[in-house]
């Protein structure tokens, strides 16, 4: 059991807090909205003092379970004013683990709008002024706190994106080498930390200790099951440590759900130039890495190290999604170029996603022409100038389609959609309008029995049987995030049961008491019913729950689909769990 830390940002205290009876085995995402839910008040601002930004490690974060490392950020999105959990890679979740920390608790906002640091040890948390920290990129704000703490610490910080309260902005952590390349990408938390004064927080886990399971043994072997079983699944064994996340961009593109040039076709003609496939050769042909893991005892290592032409180190991976955003989705086909493009937004602190679906829009504007990768590189750096349009970038697509007056917008509850366009990928249309938090894929990620024939087969191109994979996906997921498992465990959990009896028996060795599969989905349940009972409040009814109307009626190349899955289906995601 660690400790919860309220830290107030009006007064500047820290108060150290015991986790009662319903939070002693939550973490990551469970923790971050019961604690949003019964605490924050629905309809206040989400910049406002009322707002509180959650940070917690999952439940199995630092005990060595493989990739458990996440850290879940919570709080009311600025984005689309819903609850909101991203979490991100990285070793903050670790480190904070190590430290005891269970929460730290956000509240408040200074007075005097200036920017603090906190520095986070075993010992407690202390508050500090940030000094000449402000208005600098992520990459600088790290670099000086390894220069200063040294080598064992962990940061979690935000940009000039976050600083200026951005739609858009992400909160950045640390990864292995010390580089703010993680992110907790979507909704806006970035703009929440930033409205809380706080640029970065220190986390020196020096003296600390990990947390210990109740029954080590069983703690082991659920570990070496669960190990072995993602060891042998061809996507977490094989595929994602070969050819990253990225590996997808051939496959999506081939199935025709490639959303290109702001979702007007599902096939992209540049795939091949920024494919899994073409990044793998050129990282190795310059010295790059892969197979790379974003935190210490993650086995899968879907992550890598992208160099220039003279083996400079340039951004991690970049991503599948985040190569999309600023690639297809723009008809831009350069991957250095993209590259470039990953590289700014994790120093200004923005959402990739967010900030490539919005200069898709910028380029439906007619401000640039679609693949104007030059043009799309000035746009981002228009956000670390903080010029008015660069603001209206990283306020994200629907705001900027709102200013230029834009139908085509591809969001949900204010929230650009990733990589899967809809109408080709129906199973993530009806996630994309359901889900808690907007558009999200990893709310429920259904292109896997969709499109890549995990977890069962379902025809991507017709409603039956949707809204059921949605909802128990989504449950799943909601579980998942709870534990501090990266969510690519699920490609082995929904193939072999071998990987869901190591998490149970995981679970088991560290609580000391009997923790089955039910358990888990109950608490995948819990977490969200909390989520839409906030949101309900919040003023979200059924009527949001849908997609933007032209997915109904444009019919996507080359399969000529749309979204069919009707109003009333999607009404009943949520049935059985409310
Ligand atoms: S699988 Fe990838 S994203 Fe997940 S923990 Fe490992 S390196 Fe990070």
Redesign the pocket.
């Known amino acids: 059991m660690g400790i919860i830390y309220r830290v107030n940002m009006t007064d500047l205290s820290v108060r150290a807090q015991t986790p009662d009876e319903c939070d002693r085995e939550l973490g990551g995402r469970g923790l971050t909205s019961r604690i949003v839910a019964d605490e924050v008040p629905p309809n206040g601002h989400p910049l406002s003092e009322e707002n509180k930004l959650i940070l917690a490690p999952g439940t199995l974060t630092g005990t060595g379970a493989p990739?458990s490392?996440r850290l879940s950020a919570g709080a009311k999105s600025p984005l689309t004013r819903t609850i909101k959990e991203a979490n991100s890679?990285g070793m903050g979740a670790i480190a904070l683990a190590t430290c005891g920390v269970q929460a730290i608790v956000l509240e408040g906002k200074p007075a005097d709008g200036k920017l603090h640091r906190l520095v986070v040890t075993p010992e407690g948390i202390r508050i500090e002024p940030a000094g000449d920290l402000a208005g600098l990129g992520n990459y600088e704000t790290v670099a000086r706190q390894f220069d200063e703490f040294g080598d064992k610490i962990s940061c979690i910080s935000i940009g000039q994106a976050g600083e200026m309260r951005a739609a858009a902005a992400s909160i950045a952590v640390t990864d292995i080498e010390g580089r703010p390349t993680r992110h907790c990408g979507r909704g806006g938390l970035g703009a929440v930390m930033g409205s809380k004064g706080v640029k970065v927080i220190v986390v020196d886990p020096t003296g600390g200790k990990r947390p210990k399971p109740a029954d080590p043994d069983a703690f082991r072997r659920g570990a070496k099951k669960f190990n072995a079983a993602l060891a042998q699944h061809p996507l977490t064994g094989d595929g994602?440590p070969k050819f990253g996340t990225n590996s997808l961009a051939n496959v999506i593109n081939a199935a025709g759900a490639y959303p290109t040039r702001n979702f007007k076709d599902g096939r992209f003609e540049g795939t091949e130039p920024i494919s899994g496939e073409r990044q793998h050769d050129i990282i190795l042909e310059r010295g790059g890495e892969i197979a790379h893991?974003?935190?210490r005892g993650?086995t899968?290592?879907?992550?890598r190290t992208y160099v220039d032409e003279n083996g400079r180190f340039v951004t991690k991976g970049p991503e599948y999604e985040t190569i999309w955003a600023h690639g297809a989705n723009c008809g831009i086909d350069d991957l250095d170029a993209i590259a470039r493009m990953d590289r700014l937004d994790d120093d200004f602190g923005l959402d990739t996603i967010e900030t490539g679906a919005t200069i898709a829009v910028a380029m439906e504007a007619g401000i640039i022409p679609f693949g104007d990768a030059e043009g799309a590189i000035q746009l981002i750096e228009e956000v670390g100038r903080g010029t008015p349009l660069g603001r209206l970038i990283a306020a994200g697509a629907e705001v900027l389609g709102k200013a230029y007056g834009i139908a085509r917008v591809p969001t949900v509850k204010g929230q650009a959609m990733p990589a899967y366009d809809p109408r080709a990928v129906q199973g993530i249309g009806v996630t994309y309008a359901t889900s808690t938090m907007g558009a999200d894929h990893t709310a429920g990620y259904a292109v896997a029995p969709n499109v890549l024939g995990v977890g069962g087969k379902v025809d991507p191109l017709k409603p039956d049987g949707q809204v059921e994979l949605s909802r128990n996906l989504q449950i799943a997921t909601a579980a998942i995030d709870t534990s501090g498992l990266?969510l690519?465990v699920a490609f082995a959990v929904l193939d072999d049961p071998a990987a869901m009896e190591g998490i149970c028996e995981m679970l088991t060795g560290l609580l000391g008491r009997p923790f089955s599969a039910d358990d888990f989905l109950a608490l995948g349940k819990r977490t969200l019913a909390a989520e839409r009972r906030f949101n309900a409040a919040a003023g979200f009814n059924p009527a949001w729950d849908r997609l933007p109307d032209f997915f109904r009626k444009e019919k996507l190349p080359p399969h000529d689909a749309t979204f069919r899955v009707p109003d009333e289906e999607l009404d009943k995601v949520y049935s059985e769990i409310e």
């Open positions: 990739c490392g890679g994602l893991p974003c935190h993650c899968i290592r879907c992550s990266c690519f």
